[in-house]
């Protein structure tokens, strides 16, 4: 079961965010990209323990492509791009709310499943697997 939309979670933009040259630094794009995937989590698993999101990020890339100013309106649209052994891929597309074709950044991250008492990667739980699959679109 595939989704005709991607996820998609609000973002505020907070007064801190914004730099001394009236953007958004960029470094807050990963944070942006971060309150997205708890977003994603939290739907798919209903509930918003973080104890229950065995896996740590291994990799994670920005490609910055407008300026985000304070009065912008943030939409980020998520989705799994694939679920493979012991890790799955996510996606970003950060836009504007107002208009869709505007986009201020792409992303794209790997989350590895981990056991944090063992601190080792494990194999997707079929949990996981069955949790993600409704936001899986295909790179």
């Given amino acids: 079961m595939n989704r005709e939309q991607p996820f998609q979670s609000r973002i505020s933009i907070r007064f801190k965010d914004i730099d001394a040259m009236g953007h958004v630094n960029n470094a807050v794009i990963f944070t942006y990209f971060e309150e997205g995937r708890k977003a994603l989590f939290c739907d798919a698993f209903k509930e918003s323990v973080p104890g229950g999101f065995n896996f740590i990020l291994a990799h994670l890339e ?63 739980p079929q949990t996981l697997k069955k949790a993600l699959r409704p936001y899986h679109r295909p790179a």
């Fill in 62 to 124: 920005c490609d910055y492509l407008l300026p985000i100013r304070l009065e912008d309106q943030l939409l980020l649209n998520m989705w799994v791009t694939a679920i493979g052994t012991k890790s799955f891929g996510l996606a970003y597309a950060l836009k504007d709310k107002a208009d869709a074709n505007r986009i201020f950044a792409k992303g794209s991250s790997i989350q590895v499943c981990y056991d944090y008492r063992q601190r080792q990667s494990v194999p997707v």
